[in-house]
């Protein structure tokens, strides 16, 4: 593999761990307080319909077999759950401990869910980048 290629991929993974750090920073930044309680059974819920929908859009008219499907839907399950849920649990820790932990922990978990699209995102050959 040479340098270019490299450098390339490095690239990636800083542009998509960026884009999950700024939108983590941003749902902590500007976050007013907790107006209702957390409701984890409907960001579970919203998590599901958004798999389901991800996945319908992408097997569509592609030969798939039944357990890629399913994988990647428990794929997508997982990553719109972490994602719901933090959003749900910013009431939590604004709460317990303030708006500066908000801002910590959602932009952590942007940048946990930037570094995961980028490990699947995949380059021009079709190969993962890893």
């Known amino acids: 593999m040479n340098t270019n290629s490299n450098k390339t991929k490095y690239r990636v993974y800083f542009q998509f761990i960026l884009i999950g750090a700024a939108l983590g920073l941003y749902y902590g930044a500007f976050y007013n307080g ?3 309680r957390p409701d984890y059974w409907m960001a579970i ?3 599901v319909i958004a798999a389901l929908v991800t ?3 992408r097997s569509w ?3 798939r077999s039944f357990k890629e499907i399913l994988l990647d839907f428990l794929k997508m399950l997982l990553m719109f759950s ?3 849920i933090s959003l749900e649990l910013r009431k939590v820790i ?6 500066g932990f908000v ?3 959602t932009t952590s978990i942007g940048i946990l869910i930037g570094l995961v699209m980028a490990i699947r995102k995949k380059d021009g050959d ?4 890893v």
Not at 94 to 99: L, N, P
Not at 126 to 129: A, H, M, Q, R
């Open 34 to 36: 907790p107006q209702t």
């Open 45 to 47: 819920i919203l998590s």
């Open 55 to 57: 996945v319908i859009v």
């Open 61 to 63: 008219k592609k030969k």
């Open 82 to 84: 972490v994602f719901m």
């Open 94 to 99: 604004y709460e317990r401990w303030g708006k």
């Open 103 to 105: 801002i910590i922990f």
């Open 126 to 129: 079709g190969t993962k980048i």
